[in-house]
């Protein structure tokens, strides 16, 4: 097991790594206690914080990530509200996997607020993915609702196969409990990439409008 000076260790390494990280890892705090990470800093874009997110989230042996990272564009990433609401428009329009037309989109000071009904999660994640690297967008809030058109227990069923079929040995460990269109996931893996597997299953089954992940990541 590391301790938590080799944790951070590993942690600043692997945001030095990351070719997508621009702000250098000297100017982003990184704090681990008991496993937990804490990170700090002013990314200069909102795909750069996903991309130290990212990146703290592959190192083996942490256990959770605490993000207090706030976004200030760097020079020449500004854009006008109206140009990024245009922007966004065309994103979500020239994107195969998402039903544009029923999207609204508002943007205020550079945080762009998604909302509507779609028939699919994946839907609601790829019209947010779309959006999330444009330049100009500090935020994005995605108030996108999943309707939920199959019974619970078959999105359970469905569910579990999927995990049987990609993660056989974290599978015997997750709990599935479904509320309406609520997947609440509990139990232990073994990594955050197992995690993400296993939320990414959850997801893609039709009729679920959230995850709640409470999988743990066992030392």
């Known amino acids: 097991m590391k301790s938590d000076s080799q944790l951070k260790a590993d942690v600043v390494a692997e945001i030095t790594w990351d070719p997508a990280i621009r702000t250098p890892a000297t100017q982003i705090g990184v704090i681990v206690k008991d496993g937990v990470v804490t990170l700090a800093g002013h990314p200069c874009s909102l795909a750069e914080k996903h991309a130290i997110e990212n990146a703290a989230q592959r190192v083996e042996g942490v256990k959770a990530i605490a993000v207090e990272m706030e976004v200030r564009l760097a020079v020449g990433f500004e854009r006008t509200d109206a140009d990024i609401a245009q922007a966004v428009e065309r994103a979500l329009e020239w994107n195969v996997l998402v039903p544009h037309e029923k999207i609204k989109v508002m943007v205020e000071d550079g945080c762009v607020t998604l909302s509507g009904e ?8 790829a019209a947010e993915v779309a959006v999330r690297d444009l330049l100009g967008v500090v ?7 999943v309707k939920p058109r199959v019974k619970s227990s078959d999105i359970a069923t469905k569910i579990e196969g ?11 460990h997750i709990q599935i409990l479904v509320d309406g269109g609520v997947v609440t996931l509990r139990g232990k893996v073994h990594s955050w990439a197992e ?12 009729g679920v409008a959230s995850v709640v992940n409470n999988l743990l990541i066992e030392a």
């Open 162 to 172: 999927a995990l049987e079929r990609q993660a056989s040995r974290e599978a015997r």
């Open 118 to 125: 779609l028939e699919w999660a994946y839907q609601r994640q």
């Open 139 to 145: 935020s994005v809030a995605n108030q996108l609702v």
């Open 195 to 206: 995690r993400k597997a296993a939320q990414g299953a959850a997801w893609s089954a039709p």
